[in-house]
């Protein structure tokens, strides 16, 4: 979560050393604790690394500040988390001890443990280039920085160790009587020191060549100075009584800090008198100074207090707040409020009430001259420098007062604009505005003029050497010559304006929208052009001589109207806590709620050290990637996500923190954001480039580079190409194949047909093969011999019938089995006629309930009909039966055809008496067309003949079994 540094301007008291007649002022700090984020109010030591960051050691443990948020170190290796004594390794790792001696340190991120013998209590280790040093009940463990392996132990015959402290290449430890040093060789030295009183113990504080030793828990006596080589330099006397908590070396000063306050000290001053004291009342436990030169105090209850400059003084105002300030003789006149004009001294005490609203109005506007002082609040009041009240106008609320001459005022008020007349002036007295007032004279207040009415004044300012007047107004501004009234205008545009300056020829409008204008105008008037000035969010501009004073959202500027040149004033403080500015000769004051600042005469024109600009982490997908160098990431490696840390402390306002993608245009990252992120960035080269406020120089850049992906690489290109090729290639050679198989298959198709149309011939040559064909003929002949007319024509009709029939369904390639059927029994009927007697023939249907329904092949069956009659039964004696039998399982139609015929044995041996070569036409024919039919079929016509014996193995007839999927 983002700490909100917030400025809270604290007051201290008088101390009791300083004399009676010491002025009531204190230096200006902001102050960090709980509720901006510090994981505690107890702070125990403050140090600042090298790459700028501040840690701290609070009664919750270790943290990082990096002027944004406060980062925690845990680990649940500690023994307890308050500590104290935080250093740096060559490593850049941090290290601190608890209050149980424990050692820890920071690694990657997190907190970690060393292996150490059981601590002797509370004694600050030491860190020297090589070595860290542990104090123990028997003299020290020494351990290797850089492994953080134990490497020797020094025995040192004492019985008690009062403190211990650190330098660069050395470590102290003192005992009763007796200092010792520990040397970066790691050889020991040691020397004696003034027996303490009874009962009281030493204390040891690093000094920066050398260490510092007081008397005892108390500065009582002073400092005892030991240089490096253990010779006493100096001792420095302290005055006074005090508890001492820790001590610090800044500069050419001592800072003692005590459960009452921080006090300093002349390093080089033997004398022992105190220079200022800090923080009255607080638990200071340490001062540092950063690398901006602001001074940290650390408290044991509230917190940190940070100096930006020690030389900025607060004069506190405890009993009014002041709103408004301007220069009176002898002081000031301040107006409050609670609507009471005061006077005050030049250190902004011993105020006098010179005037007071009786409604106890805020005073909203000031102005004095060595005649008058004019401030307004529900009207306006205008009151001599003597004390003598004039009148007071509630009617008129009066925004801004210019003095024209000793005669006239000019002034903007909610009503109208216009003139005020100067009392002390006669009636006699000559001005050149004279004419101009003279004709708009108002009757109802004789001392008032009014120029421009029904208008809402805001502001007004006065060019003398040419002799104008600018109103700023709700409908405009106006310029106002002795002699007309006309609009400012610029480039055609009305300029609607809050406050008005004109200096040397150029009228600055700040806008209702907190920009700043720069309006040239010539002596007439006249107008052509209006620049903007790279400033906005101002609230306030005050003129002092040459030059502007404007504040806004925190940041207070001074623009130099002889060149434009724009300065930055830092002074810390809050935006809502700014009331007005005052230039008094040399000094610059800023009046807040709490009091009025005076800014160091020169530290306000110089400037602070620059921010740091520091990456913490750049990611890629999540994973880590280096902030130097050019990473070169895969593409799918584009989620970038940048965290960083602006080191600028002792400042409420940081500066904005912009950034550029290669050559695009400078955006700013989100106040209140430490991340940038770039979830979805295409393939390419980058430069990332960051730069500290709109106008400030590039601080970082990061380069990366994110690789195409593999579809967009020249070689996938040539890949596809090849692929697409092939795939035509491969396209166009199966369309070929399919156009060639096609033809082979229509020819194919065609042969089949071919065959099968001979096959039908041949089928249709089977059913009328000559045997049957002379038979019949021959049965009609004898039936006409006989004078059978009657038999004659019935066989002749029926021969007529069968023929047609057959020829009918040779041009089919299926029938119905009902078809089949009737075809089948036609035929048996003309063979039966011919039988004359014996030869009986039956035809079942089993499972069949439909036989139109039910197609099969046509002519299939005939032929095997034939060759039961004309080969089975034919040569046999006696009774003549064939069975047809009609079955349908599932999809498939049975046909069973039995005869108690010869059998085929006997029958081929009867045909080969007739002939040696002889073979079935109709069987030859039926076996071909049996074997055109099956072709591309899954389901295959099926074909069973079986040989019936008798018992004694005597033929008893065949049996032919025909299975056709349906």
Same mark, same amino acid.
């Given at each position: 979560m983002r700490s909100v540094k917030k400025i809270n301007w604290f007051f201290l008291l008088l101390l009791l050393f300083f004399a009676a007649t010491a002025q009531a002022q204190h230096p200006c700090y902001l102050k960090l604790n709980r509720q901006d984020g510090l994981p505690s109010d107890a702070v125990y030591n403050v140090f600042q690394d090298s790459k700028g960051f501040m840690w701290m050691a609070t009664g919750e443990g270790l943290c990082r500040y990096d002027g944004f948020e406060f980062v925690s170190y845990k680990s649940t290796e500690q023994t307890s988390l308050p500590g104290s004594c935080i250093r740096e390794d060559k490593y850049g790792r941090i290290w601190y001890e608890n209050f149980d001696g424990y050692l820890y340190y920071t690694d990657s991120g997190k907190l970690k443990s060393i292996n150490q013998n059981t601590p002797y209590y509370y004694l600050p280790f030491g860190i020297s280039t090589h070595y860290l040093y542990i104090t123990t009940n028997k003299g020290a463990d020494i351990y290797d920085i850089a492994t953080l392996k134990h490497v020797k132990s020094?025995?040192?015959?004492?019985?008690?160790?009062?403190?211990?402290?650190?330098?660069?290449?050395?470590? &102290?430890?003192?005992? +009763?009587?007796?200092?010792?040093?520990?040397?970066?060789?790691?050889?020991?030295?040691?020397?004696?020191?003034? *027996?303490?009183? $009874?009962?009281?113990?030493?204390?040891?504080?690093?000094?920066?060549?050398?260490?510092?030793?007081?008397?005892?828990?108390?500065?009582?006596?002073?400092? &005892?100075?030991?240089?490096?080589?253990?010779?006493?330099?100096?001792?420095?006397?302290?005055?006074?009584?005090?508890?001492?908590?820790?001590?610090?070396?800044?500069?050419?000063?001592?800072?003692?800090?005590?459960? *009452?306050?921080?006090?300093?000290?002349?390093?080089?001053?033997?004398?022992?008198?105190?220079?200022?004291?800090?923080?009255?009342? $607080?638990?200071?436990?340490?001062?540092? $100074?950063?690398?901006?030169?602001?001074?940290?105090?650390?408290?044991?209850? +509230?917190?940190?207090?940070?100096?930006?400059?020690?030389?900025?003084?607060?004069?506190? *105002?405890?009993?009014?707040?002041?709103?408004?300030?301007?220069?009176?003789?002898?002081? &000031?006149?301040?107006?409050?409020?609670?609507?009471?004009?005061?006077?005050?001294?030049?250190?902004?005490?011993?105020?006098?009430?010179?005037?007071?609203?009786?409604?106890?109005?805020?005073?909203? &506007?000031?102005?004095?001259?060595?005649?008058?002082?004019i401030y307004s609040s529900l009207g306006f009041t205008l009151t001599s420098v003597a004390g003598k009240k004039y009148e007071h106008k509630k009617i008129i609320a009066l925004k801004e007062v210019v003095r024209l001459d000793n005669k006239y005022y000019a002034f903007a008020s909610s009503v109208f604009c216009g003139f005020m007349k100067n009392h002390s002036s006669s009636n006699s007295e000559k001005s050149v505005w004279d004419s101009l007032n003279n004709s708009e004279k108002n009757t109802r207040y004789p001392d008032i003029t009014p120029l421009i009415n029904l208008v809402r004044g805001k502001s007004v300012t006065y060019d003398a050497q040419n002799r104008q007047i600018f109103f700023a107004t709700n409908k405009g501004v106006y310029c106002v010559s002795p002699h007309a009234v006309s609009t400012i205008t610029p480039n055609g545009q009305s300029v609607f304006a809050n406050s008005l300056q004109a200096v040397n020829g150029v009228l600055y409008a700040l806008t209702s929208m907190g920009l700043v204008l720069k309006i040239p105008y010539t002596p007439s008037g006249a107008v052509a052009s209006c620049k903007n000035l790279p400033l906005k969010d101002i609230s306030i501009m005050k003129r002092f001589g040459n030059e502007l004073y404007l504040f806004g959202e925190g940041n207070l500027y001074k623009l130099n109207t002889i060149n434009d040149s724009i300065e930055r004033i830092e002074i810390s403080i809050d935006i809502n806590g700014i009331n007005d500015i005052l230039k008094d000769k040399e000094k610059l004051y800023v009046v807040t709620n709490e009091g009025i600042i005076s800014l160091n005469n020169q530290g306000y024109k110089t400037k602070r050290k620059p921010a740091l600009f520091y990456i913490n982490s750049v990611t890629a997908n999540g994973k880590p990637i280096s902030a130097d160098g050019n990473n070169e990431l895969n593409y799918f490696e584009n989620n970038i996500t940048i965290s960083f840390s602006v080191l600028d402390f002792g400042t409420v306002v940081q500066a904005g923190v912009y950034y550029k993608l290669n050559d695009n245009e400078w955006k700013e990252i989100t106040k209140g954001s430490r991340l940038l992120q770039f979830p979805a960035l295409a393939n390419g080269s980058y430069t990332l480039s960051f730069k500290l406020g709109e106008y400030g120089s590039i601080v970082k850049k990061i380069q990366f580079s994110i690789q195409p992906a593999f579809w967009k690489q020249w070689w996938f290109y040539l890949i596809c190409l090849l692929v697409v090729f092939t795939l035509i290639l491969v396209y166009y050679k199966r369309k070929i194949n399919v156009r060639i198989n096609k033809l082979e298959a229509q020819k194919k198709s065609m042969q089949l047909e071919q065959e099968l149309g001979k096959s039908m011939l041949t089928s249709i040559r089977a059913q009328m093969n000559p045997h049957f064909f002379y038979n019949a003929l021959n049965t009609i002949q004898a039936y006409i011999f006989m004078n059978d007319k009657t038999r004659a024509s019935s066989y002749l009709a029926k021969f007529s019938r069968l023929t047609r029939i057959i020829l009918e369904m040779s041009e089919a390639e299926t029938v119905s089995l009902n078809e089949e059927a009737e075809t089948m029994k036609l035929y048996l009927d003309l063979e039966k006629m011919r039988f004359e007697s014996g030869f009986e023939y039956d035809m079942q249907f089993h499972g069949i309930d439909n036989k139109e329904m039910i197609e099969i092949p046509s002519m299939i069956i005939q032929p095997y009909i034939e060759n039961a009659i004309k080969h089975g039964l034919l040569h046999k004696n006696g009774d003549k039966l064939l069975h047809i039998i009609f079955e349908r399982n599932s999809n498939i139609l049975q046909v069973t055809i039995d005869d108690n015929g010869i059998g085929r044995k006997r029958s081929e041996e009867l045909n080969k008496i007739r002939t040696e070569k002889y073979r079935s036409f109709a069987t030859k024919a039926s076996e071909k067309r049996m074997e055109l039919l099956n072709k591309g079929r899954s389901e295959k016509i099926k074909i069973e003949i079986t040989d019936k014996t008798h018992p004694n193995g005597s033929a008893a007839g065949t049996r032919v079994v025909i299975k056709i999927p349906i």
């Open positions: 020094l025995d040192i015959p004492v019985t008690t160790w009062i403190n211990t402290v650190s330098s660069s290449n050395a470590y &102290y430890m003192l005992s +009763e009587n007796i200092l010792y040093k520990i040397s970066d060789d790691l050889s020991l030295t040691s020397c004696k020191i003034p *027996t303490s009183e $009874k009962g009281v113990l030493h204390n040891m504080y690093a000094a920066p060549d050398g260490v510092y030793i007081t008397s005892g828990n108390s500065a009582e006596k002073g400092f &005892y100075c030991y240089d490096k080589n253990l010779k006493l330099v100096k001792k420095i006397s302290i005055q006074g009584q005090m508890t001492i908590q820790h001590v610090s070396a800044i500069d050419s000063s001592i800072f003692i800090n005590s459960p *009452t306050g921080s006090f300093t000290y002349a390093i080089e001053d033997a004398s022992g008198e105190r220079k200022a004291a800090y923080f009255n009342g $607080k638990s200071v436990s340490g001062v540092i $100074k950063d690398r901006q030169n602001n001074i940290w105090f650390s408290t044991t209850n +509230e917190g940190l207090f940070i100096v930006p400059d020690m030389k900025n003084i607060l004069f506190p *105002t405890e009993t009014f707040t002041i709103n408004k300030i301007v220069v009176a003789r002898d002081g &000031y006149f301040a107006a409050t409020q609670k609507g009471k004009l005061l006077h005050v001294n030049q250190n902004f005490e011993n105020s006098m009430v010179v005037s007071s609203d009786p409604g106890n109005s805020s005073i909203y &506007y000031l102005y004095a001259d060595s005649q008058y002082a």
